[in-house]
């Protein structure tokens, strides 16, 4: 049976010093987990194994991402983590360096009848 999405929630986060793209992912997610409650797991008894995470990450590189370390950030379910093009990178020439910033859209699915 098709599971149906029943949230959706969106983050951003960022690495300021370093360029570092997990980092800024692993932000985001955070960002997206702190704006959201799934009260309903506990209230209608979800089993948790049953829900599925789709975790999407926009950067500039997604490449650069450590995937695994963003599926370990996330508490239940079954994750799946993809990154892609998106983000911003803002560069200091000055010093050589660049701020990442990173998006994030965690969507929860479960079997409803």
């Known amino acids: 049976m098709p599971k149906t999405r029943?949230?959706?929630e969106l983050g951003s986060g960022?690495?300021?010093?370093?360029s570092d793209y997990t980092k800024a992912a692993l932000r985001a997610v955070q960002d997206a987990l702190h704006h959201s409650s799934l009260s309903f797991v506990r209230t209608l008894q979800?089993?948790?194994?049953?829900?599925?995470?789709?975790?999407?990450i926009g950067v500039q590189r997604p490449e650069q991402v450590d995937?695994?370390?963003?599926?370990k950030?996330?508490?239940?379910?079954?994750?799946a983590v993809k990154a892609v093009k998106?983000?911003?990178?803002?560069?200091?020439?000055?010093?050589?360096?660049?701020a990442v910033i990173a998006s994030a859209a965690i969507a929860?699915?479960?079997?409803?009848?």
């Open 6 to 8: 029943v949230i959706l």
């Open 86 to 98: 998106g983000g911003l990178d803002v560069a200091d020439p000055e010093n050589n360096d660049a």
């Open 67 to 71: 995937l695994e370390a963003v599926r």
């Open 108 to 113: 929860v699915r479960i079997e409803t009848k």
């Open 46 to 56: 979800v089993d948790k194994t049953r829900l599925d995470v789709e975790v999407t």
């Open 14 to 18: 960022n690495d300021l010093h370093g």
């Open 73 to 79: 950030s996330l508490p239940l379910g079954n994750v």
